[in-house]
């Protein structure tokens, strides 16, 4: 959806550097989380935040850390990038009641060497 | 933790075909929620179910949650072209956390 952005879309680096990833969104919604996608594994969840405050850790978030600086933008860093950690990564948001939709952005396409 | 069992992995079809993707759990579901993803896409929500044995139907797709609240289908009737990608269940365990685990995908291929 449009109102969930991402940058960059795709991106390119080496093993050992520092990556941010950027999500923003405009639906106003509370909750933001970022995923994960690689070939036949489906979306494995890195972090969640419900809300700026609020920060918890998904299935797979070794390797990764995150910051809510406000209520529409919601970022992921890879500290020190590794090949295994080449994949498309989504950003979602959904509104604060448990168990309603989530709006997915466009993903951004990391690889690193 | 929960895990979702999502089959079959891929379904090929000729155009016009019937096409059926389950998706079942070993707990019971809050609800459930379904995504397609086209290729080169991002996944979109499709429709959530909360009621034990639901059926919401939209054109030419019905969802259906079991009785038991393990278990949810995604039927396509006459496949089209426009229906490829890849479909996925998106089981809610209730609780605090509310997430979403998503199941692993069913990727559907249509051939004209």
């Known amino acids: 959806d449009a109102d969930v952005t991402q940058t960059p879309r795709n991106r390119i680096t080496k093993t050992g550097k520092r990556i941010m990833l950027e999500c923003s969104q405009t639906?106003?919604?509370?909750?933001m989380y970022w995923y994960r996608q690689d070939p036949g594994l489906g979306l494995q969840l890195i972090y969640y935040?419900?809300?700026?405050?609020?920060?918890n850790k998904g299935e797979i978030s070794d390797g990764y850390s995150v910051s809510r600086q406000a209520q529409a933008k919601f970022s992921l860093s890879l500290e020190s990038a590794i090949p295994n950690q080449t994949a498309l990564y989504f950003c979602?948001?959904?509104?604060?009641?448990?168990?309603?939709?989530?709006?997915f952005g466009p993903g951004t396409r990391l690889t690193v060497l | 933790g929960q895990q979702v069992m999502q089959i079959p992995q891929y379904q090929h079809v000729q155009e016009g075909e019937d096409f059926t993707t389950y998706c079942n759990s070993s707990?019971?579901?809050?609800?459930i929620q379904w995504y397609k993803q086209r290729p080169g896409g991002h996944p979109v929500f499709l429709i959530q179910?909360?009621?034990?044995?639901e059926v919401k139907k939209q054109k030419r797709l019905t969802f259906q949650f079991g009785e038991a609240k393990k278990n949810s289908s995604l039927h396509i009737t006459a496949t089209q072209t426009t229906d490829v990608g890849t479909y996925f269940c998106?089981?809610?365990?209730?609780?605090?956390?509310?997430?979403?685990?998503f199941g692993k995908g069913t990727k559907l291929s249509v051939k004209p």
């Open positions: 979602a948001t959904s509104e604060w009641t448990s168990g309603t939709a989530q709006f």
């Open positions: 639906k106003g919604h509370d909750r």
């Open positions: 935040s419900f809300d700026v405050k609020d920060i």
């Open positions: 707990t019971t579901l809050s609800n």
């Open positions: 179910l909360v009621k034990s044995g």
């Open positions: 998106a089981p809610d365990y209730g609780g605090s956390q509310g997430n979403l685990i």
